[in-house]
Antibody, heavy 117, light 106 residues
Framework: EVQLVESGGGLVQPGGSLRLSCVASGFTFTRYWMTWVRQVPGKGLEWVANIKQDGYERYYVDSVKGRFTISRDNAKNSLYLHMSNLRGDDTAVYYC??????????WGQGTTVTVSS | SYELTQPPSVSVALGQTARITCWGNNIGSKSVQWYQQRPGQAPVQVIYKDSNRPSGIPERFSGSNSGNTATLTISRAQAGDETDYYCQVWDSSSVVFGGGTKLTVL
């Protein structure tokens, strides 16, 4: 079964850090760009970051540049999002996703990040 | 940056055809994906590459893309189709989502 499972969400104070993880199974992880998407409760989907198959190309939405880092460990079929200097507007459900431009997508179930004092 | 515009809401009578549009500059030159998202759940892809349905998606769901508009069409709308829908494209190396459309089945 093709699957993505996220973990690492939780409650963190403003200015704090958190690392999200996503483990892939059921497909060849190394063949795909991987993506993090977030969603503020009651709002729409927002792309956060992408990483190329080899990890050498990474792209971010402007609002997280310099604060978030996307990475992957192909030996562990794992995707990560390291988040630092967190702000209240980073509070959201974070989804790990395989979203090829012209093929079937796969999404994880999401992990919730709450930034609050 | 590239933008996608969806109507915030669309209504359709039970059993009729719903059409949800997604406007983007020359979107016809891009591959469009559509996602259905129920409250509290992860998005589920219903269309990829403009008009293709993933396995398990009913034939009632179809898509088209030309010029500046992509369209998700839901035939014979059911009560269970009432939820949020998002269009999505890749622009260079970033992912772009439309703002989402809430479909109401009357």
């Amino acid at each position: 079964e093709v699957q993505l499972v996220e973990s690492g969400g939780g409650l963190v104070q403003p200015g704090g850090s958190l690392r999200l993880s996503c483990v892939a199974s059921g497909f060849t992880f190394t063949r795909y760009w991987m993506t993090w998407v977030r969603q503020v409760p009651g709002k729409g989907l927002e792309w956060v970051a992408n990483i190329k198959q080899d990890g050498y190309e990474r792209y971010y939405v402007d609002s997280v540049k310099g604060r978030f880092t996307i990475s992957r460990d192909n030996a562990k079929n794992s995707l990560y999002l390291h988040m630092s200097n967190l702000r209240g507007d980073d509070t959201a459900v974070y989804y790990c996703a395989r979203m090829p431009p012209a093929a079937v997508a796969v999404w994880g179930q999401g992990t919730t990040v709450t930034v609050s004092s | 940056s590239y933008e996608l515009t969806q109507p915030p809401s669309v209504s359709v009578a039970l059993g009729q055809t719903a059409r949800i549009t997604c406007w983007g500059n020359n979107i016809g030159s891009k591959s469009v994906q559509w996602y259905q998202q129920r409250p509290g759940q992860a998005p589920v892809q219903v269309i990829y590459k403009d008009s293709n349905r993933p396995s398990g998606i009913p034939e009632r769901f179809s898509g088209s893309n030309s010029g500046n508009t992509a369209t998700l069409t839901i035939s014979r709308a059911q009560a269970g189709d009432e939820t949020d829908y998002y269009c999505q494209v890749w622009d260079s190396s970033s992912v772009v989502f439309g703002g989402g459309t809430k479909l109401t089945v009357l």
